[in-house]
């Protein structure tokens, strides 16, 4: 195999219908997040993205994007907001992690949601979590008498409030894929406020990460897109969801809500709204991401999928200096996230972070 390392927007088009057709051979790649267009975003907004081609005599066999930091540590492509990581590879292909990274000339590579089936990067995993997924192959309202099946409750309820919201405000309507970006820069300034209450960094801070989702929000191909999904009543927007997609397979990433309107739950009437117009396109499967305990994404479930995270070090003086800046404060955090008692604490303090931020801003 031979390994050349490049910039994103130095992929050309036979690189990209041979990364796309790996992607629809292997459904466990069929990811947006492991898309060329993703990639090729991030190469626009970051002077770090790279992408390793990885060859054979008859072309292609992987596609390894990356991020190249100073002291030979590497990072997963956008990984403060990827939600999806590793090597995009025709079926049956295997590779040498060692050999991969001296290629791209890193000693260290992090990842923190690294998709299943990726067995050479196995070794150097640190913690295994599940992804949520919801499934609706066979149509939205096969996904509604299952989840009618598996979480009454919670359907009974969230239809309730629905009927309630339409009362009490107005009809209540959805949109699919919104193109107003008034409309985008209202779902930011909701998710904004939401991290600042929750004592979380906020991505929306970022000024790269607002160029990159304004970049996504623009794409629109079978292929890849990132639409906008909002929630109306009357006429007035009070959830929405932005999110990247495939042809096939969509990801939860950045869900917000108006909290005026917070006793209707309008996030949870946003999201089957959301599943119902996806399912109409051809869309299959929604991935909500790693749970955490979330009681909305456990009642929405379909099934799990493993998602990992880790630290890939070669044996040198950089790996070794890497291991003692980072290791002491990944044994802290992979003990609190080993306690439900302490994450919980964790929790807890932050949202009252958050909420002291939130007083003082209004004072």
């Known amino acids: 195999m031979r390994v050349s390392v490049i910039r994103p927007a130095e992929l050309g088009p036979a690189e990209i219908a041979a990364w796309r057709e790996m992607q629809r051979s292997s459904p466990h790649l069929d990811n947006p997040f492991l898309s060329p267009d993703f990639t090729i975003a991030m190469g626009e907004v970051s002077a770090e993205a790279r992408v390793a081609v990885i060859t054979e005599s008859d072309g292609p066999v992987g596609f390894f994007p990356f991020e190249r930091h100073g002291g030979g540590v590497g990072a997963a492509l956008g990984g ?21 990274l001296k290629a791209c000339g890193l000693s260290v590579w992090e990842f923190g949601c690294m998709v299943d089936h990726q067995s050479w990067f196995q070794p150097f995993e640190t913690l295994r979590q599940e992804a949520v997924v919801l499934d609706f192959a066979d149509g939205y309202h096969a996904f509604l008498d299952e989840l009618r099946e598996r979480s009454p409750k919670f359907l009974k309820s969230t239809l309730y409030k629905e009927r309630k919201l339409g009362r009490d405000v107005g009809e209540v309507t959805s949109e699919f894929a919104v193109r107003d970006p008034g409309q985008f820069r209202l779902l930011r300034e909701w998710k904004s406020a939401q991290y600042q209450r929750m004592g979380r960094p906020d991505r929306f801070g970022k000024a790269w990460v607002v160029e990159l989702v304004e970049r996504l929000h623009a794409a629109g191909t079978d292929d890849f897109a990132g639409p906008l999904s909002m929630l109306y009543a009357g006429g007035r927007p009070v959830a929405g969801h932005f999110g990247l997609r495939t042809g096939t397979t969509m990801i939860g990433w950045f869900p917000a809500y108006d909290p005026e309107y917070a006793k209707y739950s309008p996030g949870l009437i946003q999201h089957l709204r959301m599943v119902e117009a996806a399912a109409k396109i051809g869309i299959t499967s929604l991935d909500l991401g790693i749970s955490n305990g979330s009681e909305y994404k456990d009642a929405l479930c379909s099934r799990t999928v493993p998602v990992t995270e880790g630290i890939v070090r070669r044996r040198s003086a950089g790996a070794a200096a890497h291991w003692l800046r980072t290791e002491p404060v990944r044994r802290v955090r992979r003990f609190i996230l080993d306690s439900p008692a302490l994450y919980g604490a964790a929790d807890k303090a932050m949202k009252r972070y958050g909420q002291l931020r939130t007083r003082r801003k209004t004072q």
Not at 80 to 100: C, K, N, T, Y
């Open 80 to 100: 403060w907001v990827s939600l999806s990581q590793g090597i995009v590879h025709r079926p049956g292909a295997e590779f040498d992690s060692d050999a991969l």
